[in-house]
């Protein structure tokens, strides 16, 4: 092994204290906003019966995901710090406003949805912060540092619908969103002890205030590496077929066509998460990612499971789940994995921000088309459509293929700022 390779490979985050106190309470928070994404909507359903209603819901995440880019900027020109804890606090305001008019029975669609966005909004502002921080937390290894937390994340989702299960019996869904309003303490906890990301550590130039420019400059650096954009353009036909809209979907599909339990569809989706939990854990032990492989399997599994998902019996459809978010698990850590690694720390939150921006429109845009095919053409027609939306994946991977004989190399160091001419 070269001393480049061995330079490259980076070593385990767990070893390491300060990444184990942050990763215990991103973990607990994780598993809060899991009970909560899988107990709204079910709490939804038992109100509505609506698939329209839970798409229209499942949408306000990517809705938001929107306002990435500008979140970006704000972090890279201000640091990382200036949206963690500010973030957990308007979750925390909007989590509990929506919690007390459960509570006086005050659920009129409106102001629910209002609520959930806010919620929503401190999310995003919440991971901004954490997300471009990790390379000045845990200088190291900071892409496996992020692919750790990416797999902490997936098992956060199998716990959560485990929670759910039993929880609905015991707490109800009231219960429920109040867990989550506890888990937002635990990060709060983990920065008053100290792990938190550093300031920034050069003073902001004197300079009128441009983000917008901000944004083109950093969509230069990023465009610039190659190794980043093929896999992201590559993942972004599998993001709108497996989205949130593509979860919701699959939990009315269960509690209508078979007319599951609320618990059983919260043990079936718990399964299918451990097998997202081993794609990404997969991903977390690899020092040295492949992504064209990750990617090349990605395809032809998730593509070939919702094909499979037409055949009508529980016994086919929850196991072709299992393996579609395994992969899709794996997808994602990988793309998430190369983003820390390969581009300059200056750049990271807008990078991040762009990123979500493009998954966020087609994310956004799957559960407002997902009851629109269901109603005109049937369940069955939503499966193959997003089937063939997965298969495009395909074209861009042999696209980019060959280009990626040398960019798929973990040898070359990431690029910088100095490396890429600002337009």
Not at 389 to 417: E, K, N, V
Request: hydrophobic share 55%; aromatic share 10%.
């Amino acid at each position: 092994m070269t001393q480049t390779q061995q330079a490259d490979i980076e070593a385990a985050p767990w070893r390491e204290r300060r990444f184990l106190v942050f990763a215990c309470g991103n973990f607990a928070n994780n598993l809060g906003e899991s009970a909560y994404k899988v107990g709204l909507p079910l709490y939804i359903y038992d109100l509505t019966g609506s698939l329209r209603t839970m798409s229209l819901l499942a949408a306000l995440a990517p809705a938001v995901v929107l306002l990435s880019p500008l979140l970006g900027a704000v972090v890279d020109h201000w640091g990382p710090r200036v949206f963690v804890v500010p973030g957990l606090l308007v979750q925390l305001t909007g989590a509990v406003a929506l919690n007390l008019c459960v509570l006086n029975d005050h659920v009129s669609m409106p102001v629910l949805f209002g609520l959930a966005t806010v919620v929503q909004v401190g999310g995003e502002m919440y991971r901004s912060g954490w997300i471009a921080g990790v390379r000045g937390m845990f200088p190291h290894n900071a892409a496996r540092s992020r692919a750790a937390l990416s797999t902490l994340f997936v098992t956060s989702n199998v716990v959560g619908p485990i929670v759910v299960a039993v929880g609905v019996g015991l707490v109800g869904y009231l219960g429920l969103l109040w867990f989550n309003v506890a888990s937002f303490l635990a990060p709060i906890a983990v920065w008053l002890a100290g792990v938190h990301p550093p300031a920034k550590d050069r003073p902001v130039p004197r300079r009128p205030i441009t983000l917008g420019r901000d944004i083109i400059d950093g969509w230069h650096i990023v465009k610039a590496e190659k190794r980043v954009m093929y896999v992201q353009l590559t993942a972004l036909p599998l993001q709108f077929a497996s989205g949130i809209g593509v979860l919701s979907f699959m939990v009315w599909y269960l509690r209508d066509h078979w007319d599951v339990s609320a618990s059983g569809v919260s043990v079936a989706q718990g399964t299918a998460n451990v097998g997202a939990l081993a794609g990404s854990a997969y991903i977390a032990a690899r020092a040295r990612a492949r992504p064209r492989y990750v990617l090349a399997v990605s395809v032809a599994v998730m593509t070939a499971a919702l094909f499979a998902m037409t055949v009508d019996s529980p016994w086919t459809f929850v196991p072709c789940m299992v393996a579609f978010f395994t992969m899709r698990s794996a997808m994602t850590a990988v793309s998430a994995m190369i983003i820390v690694k390969y581009l300059p720390s200056e750049v990271l939150g807008r990078a991040e921000g762009l990123f979500n921006l493009f998954i966020g429109i087609p994310l956004l845009i799957a559960p407002l088309l997902i009851p629109v095919v269901q109603g005109a053409l049937g369940s069955t027609a939503v499966l193959v459509a997003l089937g063939m939306t997965a298969g495009l994946s395909l074209l861009c991977l042999a696209r980019f293929w060959p280009q990626w004989d040398d960019s798929d190399s973990a040898d070359s160091p990431p690029l910088t700022s100095k490396d890429v001419p600002v337009e």
